[in-house]
């Protein structure tokens, strides 16, 4: 039985993409998917082409400018400090952010049912990264 998750953050004002990751990296999130990269390439289109792969994360930088630049939708695997725990992020031309949390998914135990989401673990590392630009958060979870 498969799981879909969805987390979706709205800020206020737009603010560049890049801006948007830099935030992440600087409040605790970073590119270590299993120690590669995890990104959608240049020219995607829609096909969600998920490359995995060893490269410098200057190198990684480069390609999500050139994506933004070109307006294409920005992909990226991000995981929090050193917890193995994190997601898949895409973040859309208007700056929407949507979190897909499928890797090392953190899980409640609910009298024995640990397959809901801990969505507040993964609020606390998402809200405060954008203080008063943030406007609304939305989460999903069918099973």
């Known amino acids: 039985m498969s799981v879909s998750i969805s987390i979706e953050i709205s800020l206020s004002k737009q603010i560049s ?14 590119y270590n ?6 990104f959608l390439p240049v020219g995607d289109e829609d ?27 920005l992909g990226v695997a991000m995981t929090w400090k050193d917890t193995h725990i994190g997601g898949t992020f895409l973040i859309k031309e208007n700056g929407t952010i ?3 949390p499928d890797i090392n998914r953190k899980v409640l135990d609910v009298e ?16 405060p ?15």
């Open 17 to 30: 993409r890049m801006d948007i990751l830099h935030k992440l990296e600087e409040f605790g999130w970073s």
């Open 33 to 38: 998917d299993q120690g590669k990269a995890t």
């Open 47 to 73: 096909d969600f082409d998920w490359q995995h792969k060893d490269i410098p994360i200057d190198e990684l930088l480069k390609i999500l400018a050139i994506k933004d630049n070109q307006g294409e939708l």
């Open 98 to 100: 949507l979190i897909s």
């Open 112 to 127: 024995s049912y640990n397959k809901v989401t801990d969505i507040n673990w993964y609020t606390t590392k998402l809200v």
């Open 129 to 143: 990264i954008f203080g008063p630009l943030f406007q609304s958060i939305s989460y999903g979870e069918h099973v």
